[in-house]
């Protein structure tokens, strides 16, 4: 049985009513690495990892949700939603939201489930919050606007589950096309869709299956030093609002005056975002070799300047240097764990994933996984009830 097919017969055997049925992706970023929150750009595509929603109404107050997943049923009233503990938070987060922009929703019915794997930075909270407000939408018949459901996810994410997040990762989900990557303005919110045209080649994610604990405490200080690269630049450059408005000259005029590690953060994102555009064209021209090389570049970039990579991250990028079935790798999602994103010749995936699994077991005494990704559509209606 698929797994839609097993949502939708849990639903039945739960709840007893015909379900409509949402599909809703996870996502890769294919290049721009902590430029988010410094209003920069970002590269991501939503990939054909999903979770799956069964939603219908009920004839109550109550909203019944269950997580095929973590095999648990949870329950709260539309008109006490509060932060609770666990994944209900995003839930009950995105009703939350909808509540407060004024849409009126009633008691309903919910199974999700999905494959996306837990852990691996591929974004399956935003999958499910995005999952959950198309589902509402559909199903109440608010026709809220993709936009403002990515906007309630982010919101859900902020307020119920305790996370500041930038927005890329509900966005690409929502939004994805099936093929593209979407470069998308973090500032602005303006966006475009590139070509994904790999040819002969995939994309291949290499789960590093660790996690360190140092991700939360770093990210923090990476904000903040970003926000002390800013704060002294605005001294020499006015019209400074955050790294998106600098060029790599100027941030070399006032090097002198900027603590060392604050230099390199700020050189990163500069450089990062500099590398999506560049990226961008890449992808126009089908030139692989220039993308794969600047994948390398924003692994290096990540490891060195930014600090925000580990044993494993490294081994598994430095591993690919001499493979010439690999075009690039580097090092994805905030740092100290999850995936490596890998551009492999098809005819040589298997032998790739032989190799680096044999070598990284070796070294580490971790059994590596690998995930072959494609660019698909956003958020969408699977079945109709």
């Known amino acids: 049985m698929s797994l839609p097919q097993l949502i939708r017969e849990t639903f039945l055997e739960k709840y007893g009513a015909e379900p409509l049925l949402i599909r809703s992706p996870g996502r890769i970023n294919l290049i721009g690495e902590h430029t988010d929150y410094n209003e920069g750009y970002v590269l ?42 666990g994944w209900i938070n995003f839930v009950m987060g995105v009703a ?114 660790v996690s360190h604990s140092l991700a939360d405490s770093a990210y923090n200080e990476r904000r903040e030093e970003c926000r002390q690269g800013v704060t002294l630049l605005q001294a020499h450059y006015p019209q400074v ?62 490891s060195r300047d930014y600090e925000v990579s580990c044993p494993e991250l490294d081994f598994l990028v430095e591993f690919t240097r001499e493979l010439p079935e690999v075009m690039g790798s580097r090092m994805m999602g905030g740092g100290f764990g999850g995936c490596t994103l890998n551009l492999v010749k098809k005819s040589a995936r298997q032998a790739f994933i032989d190799k680096i699994s044999t070598a990284y077991d070796k070294r580490f005494g971790i059994h590596l996984k690998a995930y072959e990704v494609n660019a698909v559509d956003g958020t969408e209606l699977y079945f109709q009830q």
């Open 44 to 85: 991501p595509a939503a990939i054909d990892k999903y979770i799956y929603l069964a939603f219908a109404r009920n004839s109550g107050e109550s909203c019944r949700v269950y997580s095929r997943d973590f095999e648990q049923e949870q329950t709260f009233m539309l008109r006490d939603m509060r932060p609770g503990t």
């Open 96 to 209: 939350a939201q909808l509540a407060k922009a004024g849409y009126v929703l009633d008691g309903f019915d919910c199974v999700f489930g999905g494959d996306i794997p837990i852990g691996a930075g591929l974004s399956s909270s935003a999958a499910l919050e995005n999952g959950v407000g198309m589902g509402l939408s559909t199903l109440f018949e608010l026709n809220v606007d993709r936009l403002d459901l990515v906007k309630y996810s982010q919101q859900a994410e902020h307020e119920f589950a305790g996370v500041k997040c930038g927005i890329m990762d509900m966005f690409a989900s929502m939004m994805g096309k099936e093929q593209q990557a979407i470069r998308l303005d973090c500032r602005s919110l303006d966006y475009a869709y590139f070509p994904v045209d790999l040819g002969d080649h995939q994309w291949l994610l290499c789960d590093s299956r």
């Open 241 to 302: 609002s955050s790294l998106r408005d600098v060029n790599y000259a100027q941030l070399s005029l006032v090097k002198d005056q900027l603590p060392d590690t604050v230099f390199q953060r700020c050189s990163f994102v500069i450089q990062e975002n500099e590398r999506v555009i560049q990226s961008c064209e890449a992808l126009e021209r089908k030139d692989l070799d220039r993308l794969g090389a600047y994948l390398y570049r924003s692994h290096e970039g990540l």
